[in-house]
């Protein structure tokens, strides 16, 4: 079996996608399960992406993309560089004969075989996506002005976070969900918070199947706070995919010294190692 899994990469998170993918295929129960990484080249240096090369062909097959007239940020973002908009353009650089595919950040560590995540049943749907726990209600407001976003009106089931989504790319095609999220981008995208999150969420608004949480469990927490606070049980339970959302990563020296850093580099110390 091929697990296909997309990733989106500039040179900033080159360290976070080797401990990713080296965390996916440590998870995997079956031996002869095969992951195919499409990585989506967002601008990555020659020295880069010849690290990135060695480091994910440990873990599986490894193809490169690069588009031509790839999407951009408008303007400042919270954090995230233009590579969170890449993802817009999956139905370009993935191949017609690859029916399923798992897009992953590069700031998620696997704690469970991905296997049962990539056999679960869309029902009809394009894709599969964890509620966003932040703002589960958040939706954008298109009007002749433009786009703004507001924290209610959210079609049932909700807001998704954008950071794991499970596709069906033969129901992706013909729903043109690419075509119209590109689209969309340009012309609202300077409009929009959280980039191609606030898209997918408008386009799929009510037509997505929601994931079980342990799928995206997010490290910040709006009423607990920042870095797992008062969730770490649930977090470095080794189940699942933990997400570590925010500026500081943990890789970075900022990272406060606790069960997740420890947790992200048990995984990161194998990738030394290899």
């Known amino acids: ?7 989106a990469i500039d040179d900033h998170y080159v360290p976070g996608a080797a401990v990713l993918a080296h965390s996916a295929r440590a998870e995997l129960r079956d031996a002869h399960t095969r992951l195919v990484f499409h990585v989506i080249d967002c601008d990555l ?5 010849a690290e990135l090369s060695d480091l994910l062909g440990r ?3 490894l193809r490169f993309h690069r588009i031509s007239d790839r999407l951009g940020l408008h303007g400042p973002s919270l954090w995230y560089s233009d590579a969170a908009v890449a993802r817009l353009h999956v139905a370009e650089v993935i191949p017609p004969d690859v029916s399923r595919l798992l897009y992953l950040d590069a700031d998620l560590l696997v704690l469970e075989d991905l296997t049962t995540l990539y056999t679960v ?9 964890v509620l966003n726990g932040f703002a589960p209600n958040r939706s954008l407001v298109i009007t002749d002005e433009g786009a703004r976003q ?11 976070n954008s950071g794991v989504l499970l596709m069906d790319m033969q129901r992706w095609r013909a729903d043109r969900i690419s075509e119209r999220a590109i689209e969309m ?4 995208g300077a409009d929009t918070t959280h980039a191609d999150q606030d898209i997918l969420n408008h386009i799929c608004a009510g037509r997505w199947t929601p994931l079980p949480e342990k799928w995206n469990k997010m490290i910040e927490h709006p009423v607990l706070g920042k870095f797992g606070a008062g969730r770490m049980d649930e977090l470095t339970r080794r189940e699942g995919i933990v997400h570590y959302v925010g500026a500081v990563k943990p890789w970075h020296d900022e990272f406060p010294d606790n069960p997740l850093r420890n947790l992200y580099e048990h995984y990161a110390a194998d990738v030394v190692r290899a």
């Open 59 to 61: 873990s599986g097959h």
């Open 1 to 7: 079996m091929d697990i296909h899994i997309m990733l």
């Open 185 to 188: 981008h340009r012309r609202y």
């Open 150 to 160: 507001i924290q209610t009106g959210a079609v049932p089931p909700g807001h998704f």
């Open 45 to 49: 240096s020659t020295e880069r992406r």
């Open 121 to 129: 049943d869309l029902g009809g749907n394009a894709l599969g996506a």
